[in-house]
Nanobody
Framework: QVQLVESGGGSVQAGGSLTLSCAAS????????MGWFRQAPGKERECVAA????????FYDDSVKGRFTISRDNAKNTVHLQMNSLKPEDTGIYYC???????????????WGQGTQVTVSS
C-alpha cells in the first residue's frame, strides 16, 4: 500500500511557475507508475502527466506539453511536477496517484493523495 501527500500548491499569476511535490510512504514506491491529475471546478479529473517506475519515460497531455515536467526520486519516495508558463485554465486541484501503468487515464491508478489547490489568475 502507498500513501501519498501533495504539497506546493498556491496562487500565482499567469505566466508564473509552481512546483508540486508528492511524498509517498511505503517501501514499494519505486515499483509504481505515478501520475499527476488535475480537476477543475465542475469538470472531470484529467491526467496531465505520468512517469514510469524508473523515471525514464514520461507522458504529457497536449494541454501541458512543453510547460510541465514530471520527475521522480525513488531514493526519496517523491514525485514532482514543475509547472511553467501557467495559464488560468491550469487552475484546479492537483492530485498525485500511483498505479500499474504510466498512462494518461485514471483507470490504472490505485492510490491517490488528497490534492493541492493551484489557482492561476489572469
Amino acid at each position: 500500500q502507498v500513501q501519498l501527500v501533495e504539497s506546493g500548491g498556491g496562487s500565482v499569476q499567469a505566466g508564473g511557475s509552481l512546483t508540486l511535490s508528492c511524498a509517498a510512504s511505503g517501501r514499494t514506491f519505486s515499483s509504481y507508475a505515478m501520475g499527476w491529475f488535475r480537476q477543475a471546478p465542475g469538470k472531470e479529473r484529467e491526467c496531465v502527466a505520468a512517469i514510469n517506475w524508473s523515471g525514464n519515460m514520461t507522458f504529457y497531455d497536449d494541454s501541458v506539453k512543453g510547460r510541465f515536467t514530471i520527475s521522480r526520486d525513488n531514493a526519496k519516495n517523491t514525485v514532482h511536477l514543475q509547472m511553467n508558463s501557467l495559464k488560468p485554465e491550469d487552475t484546479g486541484i492537483y492530485y498525485c496517484a500511483a498505479g500499474s501503468l504510466p498512462v494518461l487515464h485514471r483507470i490504472t491508478y490505485k492510490y491517490w493523495g488528497q490534492g493541492t489547490q493551484v489557482t492561476v489568475s489572469s
